[in-house]
């Protein structure tokens, strides 16, 4: 729809052209202003102008008036009119205004798929898994009253009056120990020699340990009594036969495994892992182990990357290194796409000439979820969907990426993985040499977290990987805070 000038703007030429518009093709209406050799195209917030004699091709926002200034294209009309996507992008991501970390996290979640695929696997293989299965108990665990200590089986009834002073007498009818099984029945004045985790024999109600005795074979005296039941073990103590022990979606630590273990389970079904894919862009990245070319730094992204992925029990897929070029990113993303669940990128989304991943989800005709996140590092973030799949293409910088793949991506893995160890974890910490500077958005400080206190962990720069060396949290200095003072208090992320 042609959008007619407001009061005071120049007046409708009879030429016009025509510019796709995101991903439709739409006339945009040209005026002339007489007092400037100039031509002016209006699209909703969008003004764009050229100066003839200068040659090129002014892009603004602000409505139907030219007041801020946006983008400059070298060329002649002919030229401009060749970069349409360049003037549709523009105007697409100019009314996509930057969003609350929030309201980021809220988008992403709820454009993830929760993964519902199982597989069953060996007990052993399942550390770190999501149980996709109730796990109800198929036998009493003890299967059956045990021993907890070394020492005799006996009747509490016998052992009435006993003490040092007054030691009781039995005769020591048998001995079993654990794995074997005593067939013989306690009965009045009678013990059997027990060692911990043996069966005990019917006809006993108690266990009293040997330190208490004399250590006899054939008669024991007994130097203290016992009550009924007194270090005595039921079948089922732990649980069950046919209670439930583990519901589905918890994940398994070693305890868990145990207790499975302990069932006699072999196999169990899981959700399967989570998978990404991801890709590190920019024509300067050089893989380790060749020279470097001049102009060129060896790209740590894509392994930093990998390894917190690994970490989190999440697989990757593939992993590549990957120039400026947008149809070979493209390429990359066509080709693996089906085998991943997320699709994970670093650099490629400021304005700059050759931040390419804008051009990449226009290419795959990826639906643009938001652009630009109020905080820092890493604001440019791009996030998408392509066949179904979020992608979320992060800030080239190492600290930017880092910060947001805690920040942004790990709370999406979260819900994808049925996991609640992947939700961020905040403290409250007192700020020991605090932060000098005015933060106009929320900032994250990489940080070390110890007993309540925290301190900057070197520098800051987005572009500066080293110092997040023993860093275990993220300090947040809010948005609009002037300085923090040393002792005060704030809030740390934990990594």
Not at 273 to 288: D, F, H, I, P, Q
Not at 441 to 464: E, I
Request: charged content about 25%; aromatic content about 6%.
């Amino acid at each position: 729809m042609t959008r007619q000038p407001a009061a005071g703007s120049p007046a409708p030429a009879r030429r016009c052209i025509c510019a796709r518009a995101t991903r439709e093709t739409a006339r945009l209406s040209v005026f002339e202003k007489e007092s400037e050799n100039c031509l002016y195209v209006w699209h909703a917030r969008i003004c764009m102008r050229h100066h003839e004699n200068a040659g090129v091709w002014s892009v603004f926002s602000g409505g139907s008036c030219p007041f801020k200034f946006v983008q400059v294209w070298g060329g002649t009309p002919a030229a401009f009119a060749r970069n349409e996507d360049t003037l549709a992008e523009t105007m697409e991501n100019d009314r996509m205004e930057s969003i609350l970390l929030s309201q980021a996290v809220d988008i992403l979640r709820s454009n993830c798929l929760k993964i519902n695929e199982t597989e069953t696997i060996p007990v052993d293989e399942a550390p770190g898994r999501v149980l996709a299965q109730e796990i109800y108990a198929p036998i009493d665990q003890p299967p059956f009253p045990r021993s907890p200590l070394d020492g005799y089986a006996l009747r509490s009834a016998d052992t009435e009056g006993a003490s040092r002073e007054t030691p009781v007498s039995l005769r020591v009818i048998d001995e079993v120990f654990a794995g074997g099984f005593c067939e013989s029945r306690v009965t009045d004045g009678c013990a059997v020699r027990i060692m911990t985790g043996a069966p005990i024999p019917e006809g006993a109600d108690c266990i009293i340990m040997q330190e208490d005795t004399d250590y006899g074979m054939e008669t024991v005296r007994v130097l203290r009594s016992l009550r009924p039941w007194q270090n005595y073990c039921f079948a089922g103590e732990d649980y069950k036969k046919g209670s439930l022990i583990m519901r589905a979606g918890m994940r398994l630590g070693a305890a868990e495994i145990g207790v499975i273990a302990g069932m006699g389970i072999e196999r169990i079904r899981v959700f399967r892992k989570l998978r990404a894919l991801v890709m590190s862009t920019g024509s300067e990245l050089a893989c380790r182990g060749r020279a470097l070319k001049p102009g060129q730094i060896y790209d740590s992204n894509l392994h930093m990357l990998n390894a917190q992925l690994r970490m989190w029990d999440i697989e990757v897929t593939a992993g590549t290194l990957m120039d400026d070029e947008p149809e070979r990113a493209c390429a990359f993303i066509r080709e693996n796409a089906d085998r991943a669940d997320i699709i994970l990128t670093t650099g490629g989304v400021s304005v700059g000439k050759k931040d390419i991943m804008h051009d990449v989800l226009d290419i795959l005709g990826a639906e643009k979820l938001f652009w630009k996140v109020r905080l820092k590092p890493g604001m440019p973030t791009l996030c998408g969907k392509y066949n179904g799949k979020l992608l979320i293409a992060l800030s080239g910088n190492p600290y930017g990426a880092v910060a947001n793949l805690h920040l942004l991506v790990r709370p999406v893995l979260a819900v994808m993985s049925g996991r609640s160890d992947l939700e961020l974890r905040t403290e409250t910490a007192v700020y020991e040499n605090g932060y000098p500077k005015r933060s106009p958005v929320t900032r994250y400080v990489r940080g070390v977290y110890k007993n309540g206190r925290v301190s900057s962990s070197g520098s800051n720069d987005s572009g500066v990987l080293s110092s997040m060396i023993g860093c275990n949290c993220m300090i947040v200095i809010p948005a609009g805070t002037e300085k923090i003072e040393p002792g005060e208090t704030v809030e740390v992320v934990l990594l």
